[in-house]
């Protein structure tokens, strides 16, 4: 175990140097920022002055390895738009990301695994009917989508649930459940699908046959040898609902880092965006890690292949 556990952080912090080296690629085919933040009558003194106070005027490896030092230590840069460091600007709208994330990702949990399991139990019945064709409106429908359904639905109509913000927790509800109808599809089926394969199997039969009580035999025995797919999906939709946040938190005005990172787009805040796209992925790559060892101690193969 401890093996694997060597190997997978040294592929986190490999993958963190791809990542780093693409964002400054990015950076360097951006053009020239001076364009951006100075006035249009700034003279060519005043343009070189801020290339040389941005570090622009150095070579092009020189900044790469002044970028990666400054990134270890957690300098990624000054935000154009905040004047202030760019990092203490991601961190401070990050929580609001984390919080819509998880929300969304607990209510995908917690429906889509027990319609999963009924569907499995009720095969070809309207349990299963109904449970499959909910998860295909739940992919098929685009997240923005279906956001603007719900704010004209709960909203504008019934006026049930506020459309936008972060004031209080009702707030909450209607981004968190757009966000994670995709979320509970996906791991709906994937929860169908592993309980139906580890039902025909010979053990369960056995243990069936000892006269162990249904709910045992169902979430002791079955259930804990199909959560192997299952905790993988989730790791991996936890990072699809980071990125998806972006759409959720424009169309909801939530307060995250989607859409921090969408303002500083349309403001050209290069900094900005890389310390958010930084972020994300030390979060999702840090989830997928403690993802793995979960999957690990569940099923001992996965780490002897």
Known sequence: MTAYVIRRVMMLFVTLLGVMTVLFVLRTQIGDPTIFLLPPDATEQARLDLLRQLGLDRPLMEQFWSFLGNAVT????????????ALPVVLEAFPATLLLAFSALSFGVLTAIPLGVAAALRRDT????FASGLAVIGQAMPVYWSGLLFILLFSTTLRWLPSMGAEGWLALILPAVTLGLNTMARIMRITRSSMLDVLGQDFVRTIRAKGLPERIVLFKHALRNAAVPIVALVGLQLGSLLGGAVLIETVFSWPGVGR?????????DFPLVQAVALLVTITFSMVNLAVDLIAASLNPQIRLD
Do not use: E, F, I, Q
């Open 74 to 85: 957690g300098d990624l840069g000054r935000s154009w738009r905040y004047d202030s460091p």
């Open 126 to 129: 309207w349990v299963d009917t």
């Open 260 to 268: 921090l990172a969408v303002n500083a787009v349309y403001s050209r």
